[in-house]
T-cell receptor
Framework: TQLLEQSPQFLSIQEGENLTVYCNSS?????LQWYRQEPGEGPVLLVT?????EVKKLKRLTFQFGDARKDSSLHITAAQPGDTGLYLC?????????????FGQGTILTVHP | DAGVTQSPTHLIKTRGQHVTLRCSPI?????VSWYQQVLGQGPQFIFQ???????GRGNFPDRFSARQFPNYSSELNVNALLLGDSALYLC??????????????FGPGTRLTVL
């Protein structure tokens, strides 16, 4: 069974601060995705990383895939209230159905003005 | 283009009843996956269907079943509802490519409450 441990579970910060969310596993994933979910809506894909050591940037968001493809991080620079939401990491395992994603438990981010 | 659509948006049932949830994938997508998201947790994989065949099943009891139709839409059925089945049920569609970049696109979900 593949498990993804996400930390922290809750994060409450002031506008302008930086933050990092971590996603760790003992399993190797062929790809890892980060989603953001608003209340009452489905998750929206932010990024997919597939290569060990890969770094992707999306405006103020930086995503990194660990060298061994077992962990990932999401770093937000100068957080804004619009960044508030549930952030989820999800991994796909090679050799299994690619429609099967294993999700972390999520990080609830609140950015106060 | 329309995204993934799900119906109904909300549903209230009582214990022991059954429920059918529906999903229409993005046009051109042949794969549909179902997930259960309990409040405060990440989604958990239930089923994947591709070209009307089951391709994967998560750790859920036989009370959960699904099917995919020729137009690639899908239904999730849950029998003998329990209180613990209360959750947001998410449908995700994808092209069904056999590769690492078969991106899943999620619908808004159906909120099921079992009383």
């Amino acid at each position: 069974t593949q498990l993804l441990e996400q930390s922290p579970q809750f994060l409450s910060i002031q506008e302008g601060e930086n933050l990092t969310v971590y996603c760790n596993s003992s399993s190797v994933f062929s790809s890892l995705q980060w989603y953001r979910q608003e209340p009452g809506e489905g998750p929206v894909l932010l990024v997919t990383v597939v290569t060990g050591g890969e770094v992707k940037k999306l405006k103020r968001l930086t995503f990194q895939f660990g060298d061994a493809r077992k962990d990932s991080s999401l770093h937000i620079t100068a957080a804004q209230p619009g960044d508030t939401g549930l952030y989820l990491c999800a991994g796909a395992v090679s050799g299994t159905s690619y429609g099967k994603l294993t999700f972390g438990q999520g990080t609830i981010l609140t950015v106060h003005p | 283009d329309a995204g993934v659509t799900q119906s109904p948006t909300h549903l209230i049932k009582t214990r022991g009843q059954h429920v059918t949830l529906r999903c229409s994938p993005i046009s051109g997508h042949k794969s549909v996956s179902w997930y259960q998201q309990v409040l405060g947790q990440g989604p958990q994989f239930i089923f994947q269907y591709y070209e009307k065949e089951e391709r994967g099943r998560g750790n859920f009891p036989d009370r959960f079943s699904a099917r995919q139709f020729p137009n690639y839409s899908s239904e999730l059925n849950v029998n003998a509802l329990l209180l613990g089945d209360s959750a947001l049920y998410l449908c995700a569609s994808s092209l069904g490519l056999a590769g690492r970049l078969d991106t899943q696109y999620f619908g808004p979900g159906t909120r099921l409450t079992v009383l």
